[in-house]
């Protein structure tokens, strides 16, 4: 059984820079998809928004509303997977999950999420 923690969110100005990161259990950062999902305030019953992702390969993919600004990374020795997050805006407020897929039978496993809130 997979397990992800989260950490690293917290209050930010806007403009400001967070880093997220994501520990999981077992060595599957560098074959599990990785990423990072976000829910929004009020968003309950809606679907989670995909922020980034790393595949396996290490290929990188970015929502449009992030590119430019948020990069996923990953260290495999520590089995962590990163999301530095600069030049926030009050819309990047919202709880972020992280989010590993099983390449073999693409079953999901999710952490439990972290709250990032940008406002002055």
């Known amino acids: 059984q997979v397990q992800l923690v989260e950490s690293g969110g917290g209050l930010v100005q806007p403009g400001g820079s967070l880093r997220l990161s994501c520990a999981a259990s077992?060595?599957?950062?560098?074959?599990?998809?990785m990423g990072w999902y976000r829910q929004t305030p009020g968003g309950l019953g809606k679907q989670r928004e995909l922020?980034?992702?790393?595949?396996?390969?290490?290929?990188?993919n970015y929502a449009d509303s992030v590119k430019g600004r948020f990069t996923i990374s990953r260290d495999t020795a520590k089995n962590t997977v990163y999301l530095q997050m600069n030049s926030l805006k009050p819309e990047d407020t919202a709880i972020y999950y992280c989010?590993?897929?099983?390449?073999?039978?693409?079953?999901?496993?999710w952490g439990q999420g972290t709250q990032a809130t940008v406002s002055s």
């Open positions: 989010y590993a897929e099983n390449p073999y039978n693409h079953y999901p496993y």
């Open positions: 922020v980034a992702l790393i595949t396996g390969s290490g290929r990188r």
């Open positions: 077992g060595s599957i950062v560098s074959t599990y998809a």
